[in-house]
T-cell receptor, first 114, second 112 residues
Framework: EAQVTQNPRYLITVTGKKLTVTCSQN?????MSWYRQDPGLGLRQIYY???????DKGDVPEGYKVSRKEKRNFPLILESPSPNQTSLYFC?????????????FGNGTRLTVT | KQEVTQIPAALSVPEGENLVLNCSFT??????LQWFRQDPGKGLTSLLL?????REQTSGRLNASLDKSSGRSTLYIAASQPGDSATYLC???????????FGTGTSLTVIP
């Protein structure tokens, strides 16, 4: 089944403790991206990647890191999480260079930073 | 920077009614516009994608239209059902192809 898989689904951590949220897709998509969803603000793009070893900042990249060493994986790293990073996070993927390709989403990771 | 707005923020209708959800965007330089459905605690499910060169797309009881020049899209749902209750989001993919901008969604409740 074609899908985007995020782990974990729920994560509670403390300020400053490094964490990684994993994202994997099995559709051979070049494009992958991360979003955070906050009430009243909608989804905002954190980082995106057009292909392996190619990443770029979205609208809200501060406090986050990403890497794209393999085509299927695009982990999101919070090196020193803070309470304002408490949010619902989504990973998504699509074909790159093909504007008709829809964006496919994972089921989300709800992160709480205390 | 692209801004996407969805009005109304919430909508409640009786079962069987036809309804229209609105999405507007400020910059017409888009690749495509996509409508999603989001159920509570779940991810986003793609409903329809309209290419910038298209005027509309249909899937079952759903019809989405796009007017790039006026920066507007509508999602028409025919004969609404309680199972249609969810939040509906629109998103535009800008011409560089790299970034997506989302509206804040319309929360739809269909009353049996």
């Amino acid at each position: 089944e074609a899908q985007v898989t995020q782990n974990p689904r729920y994560l509670i951590t403390v300020t400053g403790k490094k964490l990684t949220v994993t994202c994997s897709q099995n559709m051979n998509h070049e494009y992958m991206s991360w979003y955070r969803q906050d009430p009243g603000l909608g989804l905002r793009q954190i980082y995106y990647s057009m292909n392996v070893e190619v990443t770029d900042k979205g609208d809200v990249p501060e406090g986050y890191k990403v890497s794209r060493k393999e085509k299927r994986n695009f982990p999101l790293i919070l090196e020193s999480p803070s309470p304002n990073q408490t949010s619902l996070y989504f990973c998504a993927s699509s074909l790159s260079g093909y504007p008709y390709s829809p964006l496919h989403f994972g089921n989300g990771t709800r992160l709480t930073v205390t | 920077k692209q801004e996407v707005t969805q009005i109304p923020a919430a909508l409640s209708v009786p079962e069987g009614e036809n309804l229209v959800l609105n999405c507007s965007f400020t910059d017409s330089a888009i690749y495509n516009l996509q409508w999603f459905r989001q159920d509570p605690g779940k991810g986003l499910t793609s409903l329809l994608l309209i290419q910038s060169s298209q005027r509309e797309q249909t899937s079952g009881r759903l019809n989405a239209s796009l007017d790039k020049s006026s920066g507007r899209s509508t999602l028409y749902i025919a004969a609404s059902q309680p199972g249609d209750s969810a939040t509906y989001l629109c998103a535009v993919r800008v011409n560089t192809g790299n970034q997506f901008y989302f509206g804040t969604g319309t929360s739809l409740t269909v009353i049996p």
